[in-house]
């Protein structure tokens, strides 16, 4: 099992910065990916970003192309978002989830179904 815990969420005006983390802890060994989802007030989860861990590939929705940045500290087996230029529509609880199996070329990050894992999420607001 591998348990993700998400911190630095909060609320920030528009145009503001927000770095948010994930922590995992249990069988980190067993993880080949980690991604951010988050999901609005009455919208579905939505893909924000992903990183695979055995090769610098990183990968992110169109909406946070250029905003938002993921990154990792294999040595804390923590995860980043670094979410910079926020609008309101960023507004959401924003979730960490960890894929315990090997790539192949047809997996797709972008798909909940990938990850095996779930934090509990942590909520950022972002007003006008």
């Known amino acids: 099992q591998v348990q993700l815990v998400e911190s630095g969420g909060g609320l920030v005006q528009a145009g503001g910065s927000l770095r948010l983390s994930c922590a995992a802890s249990g069988r980190t060994f067993s993880v080949s990916a980690m991604g951010w989802f988050r999901q609005a007030e009455g919208k579905e989860r939505e893909f924000v970003a992903a990183?695979?861990?055995?090769?610098?590939?990183?990968y992110y929705a169109d909406s946070v192309k250029g905003r938002f940045t993921i990154s990792r500290d294999n040595a804390k087996n923590t995860v980043y978002l670094q979410m910079n230029s926020l609008k309101p529509e960023d507004t959401a609880i924003y979730y960490c989830?960890?894929?315990?199996?090997?790539?192949?070329?047809?997996?797709?990050?972008?798909?909940?179904?990938?990850?095996?894992?779930w934090g509990q999420g942590t909520q950022v607001t972002v007003s006008l």
């Open positions: 990183t695979r861990f055995s090769t610098t590939t990183t």
């Open positions: 989830a960890a894929d315990r199996d090997s790539y192949h070329s047809t997996k797709d990050y972008s798909r909940r179904v990938t990850y095996n894992y």
